[in-house]
């Protein structure tokens, strides 16, 4: 029998995230997932990752197109905390080795996408949400925890 400290189930984005968090704050963890990372939806993405990273954008204005776009049903403080946070992440996942497209000037490149009021959609090439799995998974991994896959 297995025994671990923590257990999350699902190797998307989300789960990745915090199987991550939580062995970076020392606990054994593993992960069960009935799909292998970059083929969970996480990995099917094609738009890109939206976070307010320009000085003329803001946090406050990416929730406002958020809740916008929930049609309000959103839940507002899981909204927040996606929009306040986003920058801070994406700044992450590139120091973890995310290949972004840049601007000439070397800042992350950020393109319009449905439902934003300003360019705030960060990608790498044609498929930014398989490198991000990528990304995720291979940083998992280095730390070396393996990931559980079952099912189809
Ligand atoms: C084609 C497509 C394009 C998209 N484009 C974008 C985009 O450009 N930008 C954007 O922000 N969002 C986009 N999305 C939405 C985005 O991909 C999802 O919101 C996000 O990936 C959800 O992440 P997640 O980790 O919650 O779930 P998922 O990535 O779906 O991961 C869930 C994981 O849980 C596993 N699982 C499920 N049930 C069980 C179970 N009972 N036991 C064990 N494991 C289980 C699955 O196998 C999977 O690995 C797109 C989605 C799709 C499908």
Redesign the pocket.
Known sequence: MHEHDVVV?????????AAIAAQEAGADVAM??????V????????????AALRDADSWEDHAYDTMKGSDYLGDAPAVEALCRESPEEVIRLEHWGMPFSREEDGRVSQRP?GGLSFPR?TYAGAR??TRC?TRCTSRWSNAGSRCT???T
């Open positions: 189930v699902g190797a998307g984005g989300a789960g990745l995230r069960v997932s009935k799909l292998h990372p083929r969970s939806h996480t990995g099917a993405a094609e738009g890109g990752i939206n996408f959609t930014p949400a799995s896959t079952s099912g």
